[in-house]
């Protein structure tokens, strides 16, 4: 008589059966155990499914339950639970200003400053010397004013905040006059047109993508003109048949007219005196030149350029900035704490001297001699390691894509080969290993850039590679 097959169905644990494995009773020290059943329904169910689908059967089920696969399995799900989310990463891809992995890193002072403010009370709204409330951004204020010549200076928390709160306060209900060309799109499809609808402005396009003339603004200007407002490209270049209208005739047809006048920086370049010139950058305007120019208000990025913590920063006119302050929504636009801190000890090095000692600055300012330098001593000391071979090529770092587009900079990298493993292979292992590293995969091949490593990492990097030598 033919022996009826197992039901697989039938042979999958339940969930407390699961839970009560010696390996799974120990991950119970890591998370809460109701998150872990969570887990291992989830688990279940997947196993359920293969079965359904006719991708594992009875003698399937009884082997993988045999070989542990079920606890592994909730080992790497657990495991890349604790992972998830904000985890410190060593960036050797070469990309200065990463977007995706949090842009420009602080200088350690004002990580000390975030530091300490995040920990405990602060004057956060309140004068020590007599007890009443002010504003928060207050001291924030006068060091924007010190450092870029404007007579007053706020913050919010990102540029795309700054120019929201911009067009609602000059721009609700009226038009704002913008020219073909500056109609950018930045990251995550943040569009300057769905920016105005937002605000409640109506968006009047003037002149055409490549040629804009003062003329075109003149004859765009009506009695519902709310704000004239310059957007600086800074993620793209429009190049050959071009022109279009400086902020100092913007400034001038904005008095003329009696119309306020913004100019969007994007990034910032602050060149404080002192400090060497990020001339690399290809002519990026500059914050005191914006200021100058006489437009009311010039806003731009705190985490870009500037080397600080995220933040949008608007300085100009008293008048103009005071009604930025006045509108509803800046209060659900302003910086938390933590984030000044950073930007006033940010700013407080610019001031005394020190801009070059901030780590984005400082990267884009490293030689060649010393790049070839550490990018050898990288190769030597992985070369080394079982498992990996190692070579010195001449590449190109990136400030930043959104910061300054179309720019690369000299630089020195370590080509990696691991054995039996492809070179997006090998960045997945290195991107889940501890500590996370992000490498660039360009051609087939890995590649490690030494210009975005800090002091300490160099160390911490051949350490990732010795742990998946082991392995």
């Known amino acids: 008589m033919k022996k009826e097959a197992a039901n697989p169905y039938r042979l999958l644990p339940s969930v407390e059966e699961v839970l009560s494995l010696p390996g799974v009773r120990a991950l119970e020290k890591e998370i809460e155990r109701g998150l872990l059943a969570g887990f291992v329904s989830e688990l279940l169910a997947r196993w359920r499914n293969e079965i359904g689908a006719g991708e594992m059967d009875a003698a399937g089920v009884t082997e993988r339950l045999g070989r542990g696969d079920l606890v592994r399995s909730l080992e790497a799900r657990v495991r890349g639970d604790r992972q998830a989310g904000l985890v410190p990463v060593i960036n050797a891809t070469g990309v200065v200003l990463h977007t995706g992995l949090g842009r420009a890193s602080v200088h350690p002072q004002a990580a000390e400053a975030m530091e300490r403010a995040a920990r405990g009370y602060c004057t956060l709204e309140v004068d020590r010397l007599s007890g009443e409330r002010n504003q928060r951004d207050e001291r924030l204020g ?41 109609l950018v799109e930045i990251g995550g499809s943040f569009r300057m047109p769905d920016v105005m609808e937002r605000a409640n402005t109506t968006l ?3 002149g055409t993508t490549n040629r804009t003339r003062l003329e075109d603004y003149r004859r765009a200007l009506t009695g519902a ?29 904005g008095r003329e007219r009696g119309v306020p006048t913004a100019f969007d920086l994007g990034s910032g ?13 290809g002519g990026e305007p500059l914050v005191k030149d914006a200021v100058t120019s006489g437009v009311d208000v010039v806003c731009f990025s705190g985490d870009k350029l500037l080397g600080g913590p995220q933040a949008g920063l608007l300085v100009g006119k008293e008048a103009a900035i005071a009604a930025l302050r006045k509108n509803p929504l800046y209060r659900a636009l302003r910086l938390d704490k933590v984030t000044i801190a950073g930007l006033e000890a940010t700013l407080g090095l610019y001031l005394a001297g020190r801009a070059d000692e901030i780590p984005a600055r400082a990267m884009m300012q490293r030689t060649e001699v010393e790049l070839r330098s550490a990018a050898e001593r990288l190769a030597r000391a992985l070369g080394a ?30 080509r990696v080969a691991a054995a039996g493993l492809s070179a997006g292979e090998l960045a997945a292992r290195l991107r889940a290993g501890e500590p996370c590293v992000f490498a660039r995969v360009h051609e087939g091949a890995l590649l490690l850039d030494p210009r975005t490593l800090h002091a300490d990492e160099e160390g911490q990097l051949i350490d990732a590679f010795r742990r998946l030598s082991r392995r």
Do not use: W
């Open 269 to 281: 370049l602050l060149e404080p005196d002192g400090a060497r010139a990020l001339d690399m950058l």
């Open 225 to 253: 003109t709310g704000l004239i407002i310059k957007v600086h490209t800074s993620n793209y270049r429009l190049v050959g048949f071009t022109e279009e209208v400086t902020a100092a005739d913007h400034a001038a047809l």
């Open 385 to 414: 390691l079982s498992g990996f071979t190692t070579a010195v090529v001449p590449e190109r770092s990136q400030p930043g894509s959104g910061s300054a587009p179309g720019i690369y900079l000299d630089t020195f990298a370590v």
């Open 142 to 182: 006068v060091l924007l004013t010190r450092l870029t010549g404007a007579e007053a200076g706020i913050a919010v928390n990102n540029n795309a905040a700054a120019v929201l709160l911009l067009l609602n306060t000059f721009g609700a209900g009226k038009e704002t006059i913008l020219s073909r060309g500056e």
């Open 204 to 206: 009047v396009e003037v």
